[in-house]
């Protein structure tokens, strides 16, 4: 099982966002306790039923010389199975030191996730991601009150720590990643998570460091109640009584999310966040636009999409490479096949995040060179995931299958970033292809109805528009 499986598990059994912090301090630990795990083994014995998660700060062992090491390993064996363990270390170095951390966190101490630095770039985070069932939470905007001499560094008006968010999501290739936020930072948190809508962050600094729980939760939550993890150390391991501190705090969480899911829609799309998000950007961009459009069918209709634009803004460019990551990451394939026109610099820049390779058809065989029908290196019988920038019918797709099927590769699905409702989803299953979407023409304009910017009245036109033509 996953970390992130593992992880949202552990939160419906318990119906808990909290994190209990275990960084035991020996001279605040009360009389009447042998040893730091004995500490420990109460704390986890009186939450174990509150806790989504435990968090151990592998420094706070360390401190202690080789007794500590023998109480974390004391530790981490009283921790429930089914609750999974984020070691807090903050772990970062070139690449062949980074797997050795990797290896004592997840071999070692066989810890579910850890906290890593990303100063050293992709090649220091890659060796902890390569554990693919392990978690990873990427330190973003942290809670200590120096963290903006270096994080709310801007460039081009966009700040460090959204760039690290970015990077991440990047780094992940479509896969789970979390990245850590302070709670003393609620405008951040909300600032990344319009730019992160589906990723899980850690959130410590609650209480003693001065985070303000509800601010936090309504910057943060998901649509689905879910995406926080809200760290609580010091405050629950020195209260009078730890379990009734832990059981306040998870009900105070719980209270939040009940009157936020109360002013949702039940039926609310748990990708809803990402497709709002991108709508917004979509339509804030020109890449979708509404009103009388000439089709080159010679049809009129009520809006117009040209992803080709998005060449022109290379930071959404990358959202939408990051959107096609995580279709592509539960599919099997070797390779990705690109559609020319608008379909080539959205595989390209699918390719640069994920690392797959990437080929496309030529509209028309070279008269010269290599006569090539197709350019990049493949091999017959291997899997190739068809990519184009959106679908209206099959026809222009089952047409670029072809000279694939004729070179020996092997098809069987289809991505695309927007689905137009056409006929194409139907096209293409008839002949035994899959298609994946981020999102229909429908969930699009309902997004921007919802958001204001699309009137009610052009939102129906498009609507009707669609079932004509279904």
Excluded at 238 to 251: G, Q
Excluded at 258 to 272: G, I, N
Aim: hydrophobic fraction near 40%; include cysteine; charge should be negative.
């Amino acid at each position: 099982m996953s970390f992130w499986r593992k992880l949202e598990e552990s939160i419906r059994k318990r119906d808990s966002l909290l994190c209990v912090g275990l960084d035991p301090q020996p001279e605040r630990i009360p009389a009447g306790y042998g040893s730091v795990a004995d500490f420990n083994r109460a704390i986890i014995a009186a939450t174990a039923d509150l806790a989504c998660t435990y968090k151990p700060n592998i420094a706070f062992y360390e401190a202690l010389g080789e007794e500590g090491l023998r109480a974390l390993r004391e530790t981490l064996a009283c921790i429930p199975q089914d609750i999974p363990v984020i070691l807090d270390a903050k772990r970062n170095d070139i690449a062949s030191t980074a797997a050795a951390y990797a290896r004592a966190a997840y071999e070692v101490w066989g810890v579910d996730a850890v906290t890593v630095n990303p100063y050293l770039g992709q090649d220091g985070v890659q060796p902890f991601l390569a554990y693919e069932e392990r978690g990873v939470f990427v330190l973003c905007k942290t809670s200590n009150p120096s963290a903006g001499e270096v994080q709310d560094w801007s460039q081009s008006g966009e700040p460090l720590y959204r760039h690290i968010a970015r990077l991440a999501e990047a780094w992940a290739s479509g896969r789970g990643i979390g990245l850590v936020i302070g709670a003393t930072y609620p405008d951040a948190i909300a600032d990344i998570r319009a730019a992160s809508p589906c990723t899980w962050f850690l959130i410590p600094g609650i209480g003693t460091q001065g985070g303000e729980l509800e601010t936090v939760l309504r910057a943060g939550l998901r649509a689905d109640g879910l995406g926080l993890i809200i760290n609580s150390s010091r405050d629950i391991l020195h209260a009078d009584d730890p379990r009734a501190t832990a059981l306040s705090l998870r009900d105070r969480i719980n209270r939040v999310r009940a009157e936020l899911a109360s002013t949702r829609k039940a039926t609310r799309d748990p990708r809803q966040d990402e497709i709002d998000a991108l709508a917004h950007r979509l339509f804030e961009t020109g890449c979708v636009r509404f009103g009388d459009f000439v089709l080159h069918s010679g049809a009129h209709s009520p809006v117009y999409i040209d992803l080709r634009r998005l060449v022109t803004y290379p930071r959404l460019l990358a959202e939408v490479a990051r959107t096609y990551a995580r279709l592509l990451h539960p599919l099997t394939y070797d390779r990705i096949a690109a559609i020319p026109y608008a379909g080539l610099p959205i595989g390209t820049a699918v390719s640069l995040q994920t690392g797959v390779p990437l080929i496309y058809s030529r509209r028309e065989a070279k008269g010269y060179g290599t006569k090539r029908q197709i350019e990049g290196e493949y091999y017959a019988g291997e899997r190739v995931v068809l990519l184009d920038d959106l679908i209206t019918t099959g026809g222009s797709k089952l047409e670029a299958l072809q000279p694939l099927l004729a070179e020996g590769l092997i098809v069987e699905d289809v991505v695309v970033l927007i689905d137009r409702e056409q006929g194409g989803r139907e096209d293409l299953a008839r002949h035994g292809y899959r298609l994946h979407a981020a999102l229909t023409l429908r969930e699009l304009v309902d997004a921007l109805q919802e958001q204001g910017q699309l009137s009610p009245t052009d939102a129906e036109r498009v609507r009707s528009y669609l079932a004509n033509e279904a």
